[in-house]
């Protein structure tokens, strides 16, 4: 198993803090996102790791680290970053995480355990942080929902939390048959479409593709940065010696 994290991006919302950085650069109790990532993945296991980059690429060579650089970053969406490892994902099993986020290695160990070509993870616990994220948090979920374990709707905007089961986390499982699939619905896209693509939006084309996707749940113990006000909420909890009320244990350097 080979782990991959998609850290192309810049972190706009992140305004002074990622002028001079990629958003995965940020620090959070004392360590880089990416410090956090890395340390979970190899906890889980996953050794062998590789970083896509792309805004201010060249800061993670201070990691001991193989890059695959996505020189098209600024003008393309998280799939553009994924599609530079396809060499990794065509010949190995990859767990892949987003640049943004920090999670328990035991989620990635219940990610990978699993035998579907295609899965994803998600937060049942997901309304609790979402509520001291945002004053509504159906301004910012999405719709998702599962049927015998496997993913049937993602992405959509909701007006109803019913619709709502967990939230997708940024961690996905790809073996080579699955990511053989994905290519597959990708060749039907031209370049520029292949751009405009996020995740959720390629996972919601798969489920009409009729193209399997397992998902593991989880309760809480995982966070995504997304502007400066996270930033400042899960300081101040950390702060306090708190977190939500699931297990999290942070380390600092």
Not at 156 to 167: H, L, M, N
Not at 237 to 242: M, R, T
Request: net charge negative; proline share 3%; hydrophobic share 40%.
């Amino acid at each position: 198993m080979k782990g991959i994290i998609l850290a192309a991006g810049r972190g706009s919302r992140l305004n002074q803090l990622t002028e001079n950085q990629p958003k995965p650069l940020v620090k959070l109790a004392g360590k880089s996102l990416f410090a956090w990532q890395t340390a979970a993945l190899k906890a889980a296991g996953i050794t062998d790791l590789t970083v896509i980059t792309g805004y201010r690429g060249e800061q993670f060579g201070n990691y001991d680290i193989p890059q695959i650089h996505n020189p098209h970053w600024a003008t393309s969406n998280m799939v553009r970053s994924l599609l530079a490892a396809d060499d990794l994902l065509q010949q190995d099993e990859c767990v892949v995480s987003y640049g943004d986020i920090v999670y328990h290695p035991e989620i990635v160990r219940k990610l990978f355990a699993v035998t579907a070509d295609i899965a994803i993870s998600y937060d049942t616990a997901w309304l609790e942080l979402w509520s001291q994220r945002f004053e509504n948090p159906l301004t910012d979920a999405e719709s998702f929902y599962t049927e015998n374990g496997h993913l049937v709707d993602i992405g959509r905007s909701v007006i109803d939390i019913s619709e709502i089961a967990g939230q997708y986390m940024g961690l996905l499982l790809f073996r080579p048959k699955g990511w053989l699939k994905v290519k597959q619905l990708l060749n039907e896209y031209t370049p520029r479409q292949i751009d405009t693509l996020d995740m959720t939006t390629l996972l919601s084309r798969l489920i009409e593709a009729q193209v399997a996707i397992e998902t593991v749940a989880c309760k809480g113990q995982w966070l995504e940065l997304d502007d400066l006000e996270d930033l400042a909420l899960y300081k101040a909890k950390l702060n306090q010696n708190i977190f939500w009320q699931h297990d999290w244990r942070w380390s600092r350097e």
